[in-house]
């Protein structure tokens, strides 16, 4: 049926498989800045390519930092 409202537990489960993907793309990205810190990268320049404030790296990175 054209023009067809979906119903409602599509729309449930559409809306939980987006933010298993959100979760798991930003994960992989958490992952990635650790590993770029380890590497010896600057927390300044890691945040410019996440386009993120530094503040929200050493928020994530705190563990790695301090050791």
Do not use: C
């Amino acid at each position: 049926m054209v023009g067809a409202v979906p119903v409602f537990d599509d729309v449930e489960a559409l809306v939980d498989l987006t933010s298993k993907l959100q979760r798991s793309e930003v994960a992989a990205q958490r992952k990635l800045a650790k590993r770029l810190v380890k590497e010896g990268k600057s927390v300044r320049e890691i945040a410019r390519t996440f386009s993120v404030h530094p503040a929200t790296l050493y928020r994530i990175l705190t563990p790695i930092v301090d050791k």
